[in-house]
């Protein structure tokens, strides 16, 4: 009876220790989720599918390599149509998946809405897109960085293209009322008026995905306008300049990155001739940068679309925060993303106390023959 009870003892304790020794173990063999968050679908999938692909090479060469701290990384991709409505359940979503970090969202609206709920979750998120100032300037979402400038900067440049290169004294400013058009729009509208170099002829919203926009451009006539400064997104941005073009009108377009994608050309035809719209300087010089372009172009068959570079960038940031705080522990890598420098397409980065990246910044770029050239 005795020699019964003691084998039921060992047999227990030995139970007891395999449960402490799984339980122990388990989180470690647990893949880092990285989730991606954007439009991959719907007249912005073009803003939202590079950065799909950027964080597919990254992460797919960095667990060739063995993973970071010695675990796999695993991609979950949600699709939020860059609208706010869905992003808030899109990030619901990856936060029930039990990620570790977001890249994400694209659009500022989107990127909004979805931050509180990750803030909340303690997820730190970044961006390669959202270029909102609230977003980082506010002080409301610690969690949040991104690699490319805010839009107050975007709309000085723009703003002072208009008035030392151009020489305008008549300009107009529309935007498609959303978080990001608008508020890039307002900037340009301060920056116009503070210059009391050019008179604000016209100040106006219009309604993106509207079949017409006859009548905003007869205003943009009426003005008098040398240039439209345009703070919105490229459907409507060429919707506008074709209308204008076959009015016989030559009101030079003006306008951001969500206007700078091969997408609005390709629309836009022989009318987005001309053009002019800032974005996130040309890198293409740079060493890692041709590197990644040429493992688009190897993996996928093209040339990379827009925010790629700042979307390899994030996630090459995110991935080294992690290996430097040995840890996904929400405190340990967002003071890490803070601190750490790290090599990337756009430079050595690293980000400040608001999240913006140090070392980023914006040109100004024009349509000549069917492509976006970077003049300054």
């Given at each position: 009876m005795k020699c019964i009870?003691?084998?039921s003892c060992v047999t227990i304790f030995i139970i007891v220790v395999i449960s402490l020794t799984l339980s122990c173990t388990k989180p470690d063999s647990q893949p880092v989720k990285v989730g991606v968050a954007g439009p991959h679908s719907g007249d912005l999938a073009s803003y939202g599918l590079p950065s799909v692909k950027a964080a597919e090479l990254v992460i797919n060469e960095i667990n060739e390599k063995g993973g970071v701290l010695g675990k796999k990384i695993e991609l979950?991709?949600?699709?939020?149509?860059c609208k706010p409505e869905l992003a808030t359940n899109t990030a619901t979503k990856l936060?029930?998946?039990?990620?570790?970090?977001i890249l994400g969202h694209i659009c500022s609206g989107?990127?909004?809405?979805?931050?509180?709920?990750?803030k909340d979750s303690k997820i730190p998120a970044i961006s390669p897109s959202a270029t909102n100032p609230a977003l980082t300037q506010s002080g409301d979402y610690p969690n949040f960085f991104r690699t490319i400038a805010s839009d107050d900067a975007q709309a000085k440049l723009e703003v002072d293209f208009?008035?030392?290169?151009?020489?305008?004294?008549k300009i107009a400013v529309l935007h498609d009322k959303g978080d990001y058009g608008k508020g890039l729009a307002e900037f340009a509208k301060s920056f116009i008026e503070e210059s009391g170099r050019a008179e604000l002829v016209l100040y106006e919203g219009i309604t993106p995905g509207a079949v017409d926009y006859s009548a905003v451009v007869q205003k943009i006539k009426a003005s008098g306008a040398g240039a439209v400064i345009y703070g919105g997104y490229h459907p409507e941005a060429s919707k506008i300049v074709m209308l204008m073009r076959k009015k016989k009108m030559d009101t030079i377009l003006i306008s951001d990155d969500g206007v700078k994608d091969i997408t609005f050309i390709k629309v836009a035809g022989e009318y987005a001739e001309g053009v002019y719209a800032t974005g996130p300087k040309d890198v293409s010089m740079n060493p890692l940068a041709i590197k990644a372009n040429e493992a688009h172009k190897k993996t996928y068959g093209s040339d990379p679309g827009a925010f790629f570079l700042n979307a390899y960038a994030a996630v090459q940031a995110i991935l080294n925060a992690i290996e430097k705080a040995g840890s996904t522990d929400y405190d340990k890598v967002t003071k890490a993303l803070r601190t750490e420098y790290v090599e990337?397409?756009?430079?050595?980065?690293?980000?400040d106390e608001k999240g913006d990246a140090i070392g980023v910044g914006f040109s100004m770029f024009q349509v000549k023959n069917g492509k976006y050239v970077e003049i300054n």
């Open positions: 009870m003691n084998k979950l991709i949600e699709d939020d149509v936060v029930s998946q039990n990620v570790h970090i989107a990127t909004k809405a979805a931050l509180g709920i990750y208009a008035l030392d290169v151009l020489k305008l004294k990337t397409p756009l430079g050595k980065i690293r980000f």
